[in-house]
Structure formats: C-alpha cells, structure tokens
C-alpha cells in the first residue's frame, strides 16, 4: 500500500473560494436548451418547460452560475430574435452548428430559469457579427428601469423588473479560425473596448470577462491574453476567458490522469500574464480568470457529431463518460480550489445531454459519472482554500514528467475542514494522513467515496447507478490526525470537525 500525507495550518490561506466556480453552461447546440432545459410540450414540464426531473437533477448538482448562449453560438446569435412573442420569433439557420433555431427559448426564458434555480445569469454577447451598440442594448433590455425603448420592450415581454445581469462575456473565442467573425487580437480588443464601455456606462455596476484565447493548444496562447488584458485593462475587463477539453484519445489512462498538472500550468501561465499586465501599467487591480468552458470532451467531436445539417435540435456532441473521466473532471475543480486566488468564476460546458452531467430522454433522466464527481465537490461549498505540503510516490508520464500519485485540495470553513483527495495508483490502495498542525481534526462530519475497479465503467439508461458515490468508510482520527484508506482509482471528499 502507498503512503502519502497531507500537512496543514489554517494560518497559510490562499484564498476564499468563490462559490461561483461550481457554474455551468447552457448553449443553442444540440439538445442542451431543447428537449433539455426546455421542453414545454413534455407531460413533466412546468409553465416554463422545464422538466421536474430535470429540475431535481440540476438542483442536487449544486450549480450557481449559469453561462448563456454560447459558445461558439453567441457569435452568430442576434438577442432579439430571442424576444418577444414566441409565434412571432424568426426562424433562423444558425451557422455555428447548422441547425434550425426557433428562438422560441431567449433571454427572458433564460433569465426566469436562472431565478428558479437559483443561478446567477451570466449572457455572452455576439462580438462576431454582432456590434458593439448591440451588445449595449442588451444590458438596457437586461438591466435598465422602465423609461427606455429597450427595457420599456422588455416590460412589454412580461418583466417589469430588471433582469438584473451581472455577468456578461465580451464574445467567444474569437482567436479561433473556426468561429464566426474570427479577428486577429487588436481587431478584437477595438471592438471588445468600444463594447465594453457603452456596456458599463448602460449600467457601471455590471462586471465583464474578456475573451482569452481558446486553448493552450493555440499558437495564440498567452499573447492574446496578455494583449486583451493591455488594451482593455482591468477597468474595462474584471475577468480574462480560459477553455479547456481534455481527452484520453489514446487510451493511456495513467497519462490521461496526470491532467491536472496541465490544468495548473493554463492557470498559472495566464495568471502571470495579467501581473505582467498590471505590473507594466503600475496598476494595483488585478485581472481575475473566468474558466468558462472546461470539461472532458474527445469522443462525440467534428463530423458528423457538430454538423446539424438543419435540423432542428439534432443529438450533437452527445458524450458518454466513464470513470476515469469523473476523476479528471475532479481535478479541474481541485485546481480551480488550489488556485482560489484568482480563478472566481468557472463553467462546466455543458449542463444537458450536450457533452453534459445530465442525459435525457423521453421517460426520465441520467445522471453520468462525471456528475458524482462535480456533486461531492459543489455540496461542500464555503470557505477558504489552504496552502499544502504534500508527500507521497510519484509515477512518470510521457507528457507531464513526474505526477504525484495525490491530486487534493483542502478548504478550511470556520471549525470545519473539507479535504478532497484523488489516488491515482492503478492497482495499489493509498494510507492518507491528514494533519493539521494548529488545530487538531477532532471528528469525521460526513464523507464521500467515488471508485470502481473498472476506469471504463459508465452509467447507462440499463445501468444508471454503475458509477455513483458511496459513503466513506476506512477513516480513523487519532492525536488529532486523520488516516485513511483510499481505495486504488478513487476519488474522496470528507468534512472533518477541528478543535
């Protein structure tokens, strides 16, 4: 069995963590918005179309904020066809995923989803072939009193009230060749800041995420990042966009599981960028990252998975996960924790039957293993993240080096302590110690485990509970310590009481 430990002392706190990383994602692509989130006509749906077991599985989730319409779809999407009176809303062949889009679900319908499960809404404008006075009108529909002729429009639409929108995204990837109205970097940031600011004047007290560069694959990496974060600076750009998708297309489970190193260096790289950023402009506001897309995702791509060839909310990008993959998808929020200083706002892309947690269909839904793995996290939200020393093994890997068999993080929340622990050992179980050094762990408050012996092991509609959580067992607290057993491939979440 191998031994690893894990030393702390709440004095060396890095930061609160922001219970808005536990976001999700919800995009005009498949059948993420219809036949998901909304399907009015179903004999389970409510006023607004949303589907009671549905409902349940996103509120069980522990969601917070919830990104809106795209993605990719944003930069072709027009809001006003999304308002209005349904029969009267256009028709539209959307051009991201070609599909056929009724825009019979829009901003208001997004919103009043957003409030009856209580997400914060966060919307993206369309700065690909859309303008920037677009994007202004918006925030007046949004968020502006009666008076105007946009948010007058709006009271028309049934909402009297502001929407009141806190978060809004200036576009979409717009460094990708792939997306519509791709720009090179100072095209976007004129663009970006002309948006920017007829936005914030609309309403000052809205905060706004630039859009960083699509992946660390992107020959665009970082410069783009740094470029965005110079022009608009962090007046105009409280956040700074990371994506990531990750896979294991070459079946090396090992290699897949050492993700989370490259999850830290993405992190860390654009976080040395904005200190570049302020250091250069002697600026002592920091540009915050929003990690608005993230998620496993190699299976359900390109083809004939993204081609909708026109038809109306087609099964694309529809992922089946696995095991393995809930445990990477563990370690995205591990990171997102350990890096609780600058990471505030995160998205899983997506929430239904799109690359999603969530399947439905026409009797009841699935809940995928990845979703047990965002639960045990997101239901242990509050607090702040602490700094660790960590021993254990380490095993060596083809792109990552040396990875430590231990990925965890720890949160500490006044006389409670949360600790997420990940073993990454195939075959051997691991003896955990858990030692706080200024305040002895007195008691085990609840626990979580997440293992199956099979990494390839999936919850299905014949099988729905192949992959789910159990409660831990294997714990011992002694001297103020806490040992325990952690099964090999497993991932554990617990509470603990200090003194």
């Known amino acids: 069995m191998g031994k690893a430990t894990v030393n702390l002392d709440t004095k060396f706190r890095i930061g609160t963590v922001d219970d808005r990383i536990f976001g999700g994602f919800l995009e005009h692509l498949g059948r993420c918005i219809y036949n ?37 779809f944003a930069s072709g999407y027009h809001w006003e066809n999304g308002v209005g009176e ?63 002729y946009y948010s007058d429009q709006r009271a028309r639409n049934g909402d009297a009230e502001p929407l009141r929108v806190p ?14 109205g791709h720009v090179p970097v100072d095209e976007y940031c004129n663009r970006a800041r002309m948006a920017a600011q007829m936005m914030k004047v609309c309403d000052p007290s809205i905060e706004l995420v630039a859009c960083g560069s699509s992946a660390p694959q992107m020959s665009t990496f970082v410069e783009w990042d740094q470029r965005v974060m110079q022009r608009l600076g962090a007046d105009l750009a409280d956040y700074v966009s990371l994506h990531r998708y990750v896979g294991n297309p070459g079946g090396d489970s090992e290699e897949y599981l050492g993700t989370s190193k490259e999850i830290d260096q993405q992190i860390e790289s654009i976080d040395a960028a904005a200190r570049t950023v302020a250091a250069q402009q002697n ?34 990008l529809d992922e089946t996960y696995n095991f393995e993959d809930a445990l990477v998808v563990a370690m995205f929020l591990l990171s997102f924790i350990r890096h ?65 068999y231990l990925d965890s993080a720890a949160i500490v929340n006044g006389d409670e302590l949360k600790l997420f622990a990940i073993n990454r050992n195939l075959t051997e179980a691991m003896d955990l110690t858990i030692a706080c050094a200024d305040r002895p762990c007195t008691a085990l408050k609840d626990g979580e485990l997440l293992s199956h012996s099979d990494l390839k092991a999936e919850n299905t509609w014949e099988k729905p509970n192949e992959v789910s959580s159990s409660e831990l067992g294997n714990v011992a607290i002694k001297d103020g ?8 491939q497993s991932f554990a979440a617990l509470s603990l009481r200090l003194g």
């Open 340 to 404: 609780a200083d600058v990471v505030k706002i995160a998205n899983i892309a997506q929430l239904v039957n799109v690359i999603a947690p969530i399947k439905t269909n026409s009797d009841s839904v699935l809940k995928q293993s990845i979703y047990y793995a965002f639960q045990m996290i997101s239901s242990r939200k509050g607090g702040e993240a602490l700094q660790q020393s960590i021993s254990c093994d380490s095993y060596s890997t083809k792109s990552h080096g040396e990875v430590p």
């Open 283 to 316: 600026s002592t506001r920091r540009t915050y990252l929003c990690f608005d897309e993230w998620n496993v995702w190699y299976r359900a791509r390109g083809g004939e998975h993204s081609d909708g060839a026109g038809r109306f909310a087609p099964a694309l």
């Open 167 to 180: 978060i809004w995204c200036l576009g979409n990837e717009m460094d990708g060749p792939w997306q519509l």
């Open 86 to 148: 349904r029969d009267q809303r256009p028709t539209v062949r959307e051009l991201a995923w070609q599909s056929t889009e009724t825009n019979h679900f829009g901003t208001n319908e997004f919103v009043h989803l957003c409030r009856k499960l209580n997400w914060q809404p966060m919307l993206a404008v369309n700065l690909g072939t859309g303008s920037p006075e677009e994007a202004r009108n918006w925030v007046e529909y949004c968020n502006s009193v009666t008076g105007t």
């Open 481 to 488: 310590e806490v040992r325990i057993e952690l099964p090999p």
């Open 36 to 72: 998901g989130v909304y399907e009015p006509n179903h004999q389970l749906s409510d006023n607004d179309g949303l589907r009671s077991d549905v409902r349940e599985a996103l509120d069980d989730l522990g969601v917070t904020i919830a990104r809106y319409p795209g993605g990719n």
